[in-house]
């Protein structure tokens, strides 16, 4: 078995507060309130460049894969859209619970403990999501590469992460994780976050070429996040395979 991309440290991080994935008060509140914005930026996206029209079920016939699905909280909800959804994590414990969870919502995802480098799939995706993940992995550059096989030529990847700047450390570990407590202490190491221009070069190289770039910010008098301009801290980002 391959083992390039897994952060062992950081998948143990995540399997101690795993049974905590669909508690909207629990340890991923944060991540509750992030995910309304998240589901409507892949959505409006897919429906833009995939020129769909239909409004029912808008996602049906959409192949996605959700990399680092952690317990399914990106996953349930495009499934409800129409999409195929597959889900792969490195930490077994967190597939337990998407799995878990997948029983009491009817629907069809299949879920695998696996990375990337250790997946195989016998067909090509229409989307790929890497959404909060590449800044937990061992080797950014392989895993973009390892991911970047699994999408169809003109398939869609998003990934959303965290900028690397004087800014992103006051707010997203200083403030988030030791002031607000809204993350457990040491969930993000600030030398893992990534500026867009590096991501850029990286998934240029795998053949991605970047096609829309936001930043997303908490707004804290509405208590919810919005779509910003202002990249300094998160961001999203589309590309498309050439």
């Known amino acids: 078995m391959k083992n390039n991309t897994i952060n062992r440290q950081e998948v143990e991080k995540f399997n101690k507060i795993a049974e905590e994935?669909?508690?909207?008060?629990?340890?991923?509140?944060?991540?509750?309130?992030?995910?309304?914005?998240?589901?409507?930026?892949?959505?409006e996206n897919i429906i833009k460049d995939f020129n769909i029209t239909s409004s029912y079920m808008p996602l049906n016939g959409i192949?996605?894969?959700?990399?680092?699905?952690?317990?399914?909280?990106?996953?349930?909800?495009?499934?409800?859209?129409?999409?195929?959804?597959?889900?792969?994590d490195a930490s077994k414990k967190n597939i337990e619970i998407a799995k878990h969870h997948l029983k009491k919502s009817n629907l069809k995802i299949k879920y695998y403990d696996t990375s990337p480098e250790n997946f195989s799939y016998e067909k090509k995706f229409d989307v790929i999501l890497n959404m909060e993940i590449v800044e937990?992995?061992?080797?950014?550059?392989?895993?973009?590469?390892?991911?970047?096989?699994f999408l169809k030529i003109n398939g869609i990847m998003f990934i959303a992460?965290?900028?690397?700047?004087?800014?992103?450390?006051?707010?997203?570990?200083i403030g988030a994780e030791y002031v607000l407590r809204w993350l457990p202490i040491g969930t993000h190491d600030w030398n893992k976050f990534v500026k867009p221009e590096k991501l850029e070069k990286i998934c240029n190289k795998n053949s991605l070429e970047l096609k829309k770039i936001d930043g997303v910010k908490f707004n804290?008098?509405?208590?919810?996040?919005?779509?910003?301009?202002?990249?300094?801290?998160?961001y999203i980002t589309k590309y498309k395979k050439n």
């Open 136 to 149: 937990h992995v061992k080797d950014i550059p392989e895993f973009i590469n390892q991911s970047a096989k």
């Open 21 to 43: 994935w669909w508690n909207p008060n629990g340890k991923f509140k944060p991540l509750h309130k992030f995910n309304p914005i998240r589901i409507k930026y892949i959505k």
């Open 161 to 173: 992460t965290l900028n690397q700047t004087l800014k992103s450390y006051v707010f997203a570990i």
């Open 63 to 88: 192949n996605i894969l959700d990399i680092g699905c952690g317990g399914g909280l990106l996953s349930e909800p495009l499934a409800r859209l129409g999409a195929d959804v597959v889900g792969i």
């Open 220 to 234: 804290p008098i509405l208590n919810k996040w919005k779509i910003s301009n202002d990249k300094s801290i998160n």
